[in-house]
């Protein structure tokens, strides 16, 4: 819906919104506020946040619902890694960012499952749009937030609110995953890309068109460790390994100076930089991924199978870490880092990948989708990148 559809209050629905989708930003630096002198503890405006409870959940669902029964396995079909079943200690015992409930480091067990190989990408989901028509929220809303550095001076002199505890943060009118800076930019050179601006409910939206589903954090987080324990990243504990650059973050001094020695200022393509042991690539940084679990930052010491998260709750957990991380003020792209964001939010820095269940009635190949009765099966193979486990 529109601004000017929401009723009598639709006047004020925009300023008021925006208010509502920068408080937390606020509420967050004030909440660090207590850890200053710790790395990567300050408000690093990772959750531009909108506001919550108007129904657009549901709406996304019964879309999403719908395109799914229509489109079957006929849509979109990205190569996925067939994750073991297994035991894995999730979380850790040495939080970097208290608030964050990255701990207590509990051992979980899983089923095997489906993990998408790549981040969506704009290719992806543009086949998605022209297969449905669907129209994302930051479109609907008619604006989504944009890290200012991504922008041109013309485009941040026409806006005038912001909030002091993340500056960076500047809600563009027309941003969207097509217009990722806004009116004038284009996709048309990043199709490979991970698509960005998409909210959680867009990406719900694209999961049941294509016949998936997003990762439980659970599942997230394992996929991301790659096989091994308690490491800090996906290949292991040296952020750099024989100086090689691993993933897409934040290289000099943020907010004002990004040297983008990884070779990046903003996103890479889904397929740069190393695979984890699992195959999965670019599984922090690069972008932020949404999984399906509501917010919380204490975890129930009973749900340690195959767990889901809350039942309820207004935030949905997302993982991974962007481009626009650095150690000094949001060192979150570390396998157990984790943050939130309300489930109609959509930023510059924000994607996602989708996941599957193993035991369906089909499975994936690279020709396609396999009849259960098929005798050829999907083998993936990949390659152990150098330094695993240092």
Same mark, same amino acid.
């Not at 394992?222 to 040296?238: A, I, M, Q, T």
């Not at 060192?331 to 943050?339: E, G, L, V």
């Given at each position: 819906?529109?601004?000017?559809?929401?009723?009598?209050?639709?006047?004020?629905?925009?300023?008021?919104?925006?208010?509502?989708?920068?408080?937390?930003?606020?509420?967050?630096?004030?909440?660090?506020?207590?850890?200053?002198?710790?790395?990567?503890?300050?408000?690093?405006?990772?959750?531009?946040?909108?506001?919550?409870?108007?129904?657009?959940?549901?709406?996304?669902?019964?879309?999403?619902?719908?395109?799914?029964?229509?489109?079957?396995?006929?849509?979109?079909?990205?190569?996925?890694?067939?994750?073991?079943?297994?035991?894995?200690?999730?979380?850790?015992?040495?939080?970097?960012?208290?608030?964050?409930?990255?701990?207590?480091?509990?051992?979980?067990?899983?089923?095997?499952?489906?993990?998408?190989?790549?981040?969506?990408?704009?290719?992806?989901?543009?086949?998605?749009?022209?297969?449905?028509?669907?129209?994302?929220?930051?479109?609907?809303?008619?604006?989504?937030?944009?890290?200012?550095?991504?922008?041109?001076?013309?485009?941040?002199?026409?806006?005038?609110?912001?909030?002091?505890?993340?500056?960076?943060?500047?809600?563009?009118?027309?941003?969207?995953?097509?217009?990722?800076?806004?009116?004038?930019?284009?996709?048309?050179?990043?199709?490979?890309?991970?698509?960005?601006?998409?909210?959680?409910?867009?990406?719900?939206?694209?999961?049941?068109?294509?016949?998936?589903?997003? +990762? @439980?954090?659970?599942?997230? *987080?394992? =996929?991301? /460790? &790659?096989?091994?324990?308690?490491?800090? #990243? !996906?290949?292991?504990?040296?952020?750099?390994?024989?100086?090689?650059?691993?993933?897409?973050?934040?290289?000099?001094?943020? +907010? @004002?100076?990004?040297?983008? *020695?990884? =070779?990046? /200022? &903003?996103?890479?393509?889904?397929?740069? #930089? !190393?695979?984890?042991?699992?195959?999965?690539?670019?599984?922090?940084?690069?972008?932020?991924?949404?999984?399906?679990?509501?917010?919380?930052?204490?975890?129930?010491?009973?749900?340690?199978?195959?767990?889901?998260?809350?039942?309820?709750?207004?935030?949905?957990?997302?993982?991974?870490?962007?481009?626009?991380?650095?150690?000094?003020?949001?060192?979150?792209?570390?396998?157990?880092?984790?943050?939130?964001?309300?489930?109609?939010?959509?930023?510059?820095?924000?994607?996602?990948?989708?996941?599957?269940?193993?035991?369906?009635?089909?499975?994936?190949?690279?020709?396609?989708?396999?009849?259960?009765?098929?005798?050829?099966?999907?083998?993936?193979?990949?390659?152990?990148?150098?330094?695993?486990?240092?």
């Amino acid at each position: 819906v529109t601004d000017a559809a929401r009723g009598p209050a639709a006047k004020m629905a925009a300023p008021a919104r925006l208010c509502r989708c920068l408080l937390p930003l606020l509420l967050a630096a004030m909440g660090a506020g207590a850890a200053a002198g710790t790395p990567g503890t300050a408000g690093c405006g990772c959750s531009a946040n909108r506001a919550a409870g108007d129904g657009r959940e549901e709406a996304a669902q019964r879309f999403s619902a719908a395109a799914a029964a229509g489109s079957g396995r006929s849509g979109w079909q990205g190569p996925m890694v067939l994750i073991p079943a297994g035991v894995f200690t999730m979380g850790t015992q040495e939080p970097q960012i208290q608030q964050d409930g990255e701990g207590p480091a509990r051992r979980v067990h899983l089923g095997s499952f489906y993990m998408d190989q790549y981040e969506v990408s704009n290719r992806d989901f543009e086949s998605f749009v022209n297969a449905t028509g669907y129209v994302t929220e930051a479109e609907k809303f008619g604006d989504s937030f944009v890290f200012e550095g991504m922008l041109s001076e013309a485009v941040k002199a026409d806006i005038h609110q912001a909030v002091a505890a993340a500056p960076w943060w500047l809600p563009v009118k027309g941003a969207s995953w097509r217009h990722p800076e806004g009116p004038g930019s284009s996709i048309s050179s990043r199709m490979d890309h991970p698509v960005l601006h998409v909210s959680w409910n867009d990406a719900l939206a694209f999961c049941r068109w294509a016949g998936k589903r997003l +990762p @439980t954090e659970a599942e997230w *987080e394992y =996929g991301c /460790r &790659g096989g091994l324990e308690s490491r800090l #990243f !996906p290949w292991g504990n040296k952020l750099q390994p024989k100086g090689q650059h691993y993933a897409n973050i934040w290289q000099g001094e943020f +907010p @004002t100076n990004n040297t983008a *020695e990884d =070779g990046y /200022r &903003g996103t890479a393509p889904v397929s740069a #930089f !190393p695979p984890n042991g699992y195959g999965l690539y670019n599984m922090v940084g690069n972008a932020w991924e949404w999984t399906s679990d509501w917010w919380a930052v204490h975890h129930s010491p009973q749900e340690l199978h195959n767990p889901q998260g809350p039942p309820s709750g207004t935030d949905r957990v997302k993982k991974g870490g962007s481009y626009m991380c650095h150690k000094s003020y949001c060192y979150r792209y570390r396998c157990a880092a984790r943050s939130q964001n309300t489930p109609d939010s959509s930023a510059s820095n924000l994607g996602f990948r989708s996941g599957l269940d193993h035991l369906l009635p089909a499975l994936w190949s690279e020709s396609g989708w396999l009849s259960a009765g098929e005798s050829q099966i999907a083998e993936i193979r990949w390659e152990q990148p150098p330094g695993r486990g240092d």
